[in-house]
Nanobody, 119 residues
Framework: VQLVESGGGLVQPGGSLRLSCAAS????????MRWYRQAPGKERELVAA????????NYADSMKGRFTISRDNAKNTVYLQMNSLKPEDTAVYVC?????????????WGQGTQVTVSS
Protein backbone atom coordinates (compact mmCIF):
# COMPACT_ATOMS: atom_id res chain seq x y z
CA VAL A 1 0.00 0.00 0.00
CA GLN A 2 1.63 3.22 -1.07
CA LEU A 3 1.43 6.60 -2.74
CA VAL A 4 4.18 7.44 -5.21
CA GLU A 5 4.75 10.97 -6.46
CA SER A 6 6.48 11.87 -9.69
CA GLY A 7 6.95 14.83 -11.99
CA GLY A 8 9.15 17.04 -9.88
CA GLY A 9 12.30 18.65 -11.16
CA LEU A 10 14.07 21.90 -11.94
CA VAL A 11 12.08 24.59 -13.72
CA GLN A 12 12.68 28.25 -14.44
CA PRO A 13 10.53 30.96 -12.84
CA GLY A 14 7.29 31.31 -14.78
CA GLY A 15 7.43 27.71 -15.90
CA SER A 16 5.06 24.82 -15.28
CA LEU A 17 5.17 21.32 -13.86
CA ARG A 18 2.58 18.62 -13.39
CA LEU A 19 2.99 16.35 -10.41
CA SER A 20 1.38 12.94 -10.24
CA CYS A 21 0.52 10.83 -7.21
CA ALA A 22 -0.22 7.21 -8.03
CA ALA A 23 -1.80 4.87 -5.51
CA SER A 24 -1.11 1.19 -5.32
CA UNK A 25 -2.64 -1.39 -3.02
CA UNK A 26 -5.81 0.58 -2.35
CA UNK A 27 -8.62 2.31 -4.22
CA UNK A 28 -7.92 6.00 -4.45
CA UNK A 29 -11.53 6.87 -5.28
CA UNK A 30 -12.49 6.28 -1.64
CA UNK A 31 -10.03 8.89 -0.40
CA UNK A 32 -9.97 12.63 -0.01
CA MET A 33 -6.57 13.71 -1.29
CA ARG A 34 -4.23 16.58 -0.52
CA TRP A 35 -0.93 17.95 -1.68
CA TYR A 36 1.39 19.40 0.92
CA ARG A 37 4.79 20.97 0.54
CA GLN A 38 7.72 21.61 2.81
CA ALA A 39 10.60 23.94 2.08
CA PRO A 40 13.91 23.78 3.96
CA GLY A 41 13.60 25.39 7.36
CA LYS A 42 9.85 25.87 7.02
CA GLU A 43 6.81 24.05 8.30
CA ARG A 44 4.79 21.79 6.07
CA GLU A 45 1.91 23.64 4.44
CA LEU A 46 -1.23 22.52 2.67
CA VAL A 47 -1.16 23.28 -1.04
CA ALA A 48 -4.44 21.89 -2.35
CA ALA A 49 -7.15 19.40 -1.52
CA UNK A 50 -9.76 17.48 -3.45
CA UNK A 51 -12.67 15.36 -2.28
CA UNK A 52 -12.98 11.68 -3.13
CA UNK A 53 -15.44 12.34 -5.95
CA UNK A 54 -13.51 15.34 -7.21
CA UNK A 55 -16.55 17.51 -6.69
CA UNK A 56 -14.82 20.00 -4.44
CA UNK A 57 -11.35 21.49 -4.37
CA ASN A 58 -9.55 23.83 -2.02
CA TYR A 59 -6.31 25.81 -2.33
CA ALA A 60 -3.96 27.79 -0.17
CA ASP A 61 -4.29 31.48 -0.95
CA SER A 62 -0.84 31.76 -2.49
CA MET A 63 -1.61 28.94 -4.96
CA LYS A 64 -5.05 30.07 -6.10
CA GLY A 65 -5.12 30.77 -9.80
CA ARG A 66 -1.74 29.12 -10.37
CA PHE A 67 -2.20 25.52 -9.16
CA THR A 68 -4.90 23.03 -10.07
CA ILE A 69 -5.55 19.76 -8.28
CA SER A 70 -7.39 17.03 -10.15
CA ARG A 71 -7.87 13.30 -10.04
CA ASP A 72 -8.46 10.40 -12.37
CA ASN A 73 -9.97 7.68 -10.24
CA ALA A 74 -9.89 5.25 -13.14
CA LYS A 75 -6.09 5.61 -13.13
CA ASN A 76 -5.88 5.71 -9.33
CA THR A 77 -3.94 8.96 -9.67
CA VAL A 78 -4.12 12.52 -8.38
CA TYR A 79 -2.42 15.43 -10.13
CA LEU A 80 -1.16 18.87 -9.28
CA GLN A 81 -0.75 21.21 -12.23
CA MET A 82 1.52 24.08 -11.26
CA ASN A 83 1.79 27.14 -13.48
CA SER A 84 3.56 30.48 -13.14
CA LEU A 85 6.02 28.94 -10.75
CA LYS A 86 8.04 31.17 -8.45
CA PRO A 87 11.29 30.55 -6.59
CA GLU A 88 9.32 30.46 -3.35
CA ASP A 89 7.45 27.41 -4.66
CA THR A 90 10.65 25.42 -4.24
CA ALA A 91 9.90 22.57 -1.84
CA VAL A 92 9.33 18.87 -1.49
CA TYR A 93 5.76 18.15 -2.54
CA VAL A 94 4.00 15.27 -0.84
CA CYS A 95 0.61 13.73 -1.47
CA UNK A 96 -1.66 12.48 1.27
CA UNK A 97 -4.81 10.42 1.28
CA UNK A 98 -7.45 10.13 3.97
CA UNK A 99 -10.54 8.02 4.34
CA UNK A 100 -12.94 7.73 7.25
CA UNK A 101 -15.06 4.61 7.41
CA UNK A 102 -17.25 4.31 10.47
CA UNK A 103 -14.93 4.59 13.45
CA UNK A 104 -11.79 3.88 11.45
CA UNK A 105 -9.52 6.36 9.73
CA UNK A 106 -7.03 5.47 7.03
CA UNK A 107 -4.13 7.76 6.15
CA UNK A 108 -1.37 7.38 3.59
CA TRP A 109 1.58 9.61 2.77
CA GLY A 110 3.81 9.57 -0.24
CA GLN A 111 7.58 9.96 -0.07
CA GLY A 112 7.62 13.33 -1.82
CA THR A 113 9.03 14.80 -5.01
CA GLN A 114 11.41 17.75 -5.17
CA VAL A 115 10.39 20.87 -7.07
CA THR A 116 13.06 23.50 -7.61
CA VAL A 117 12.25 26.81 -9.24
CA SER A 118 15.39 28.63 -10.22
CA SER A 119 16.98 30.43 -13.14
Amino acid sequence: VQLVESGGGLVQPGGSLRLSCAASGFTLSNYDMRWYRQAPGKERELVAAITATGGSTNYADSMKGRFTISRDNAKNTVYLQMNSLKPEDTAVYVCYGRRVSGMREYNYWGQGTQVTVSS
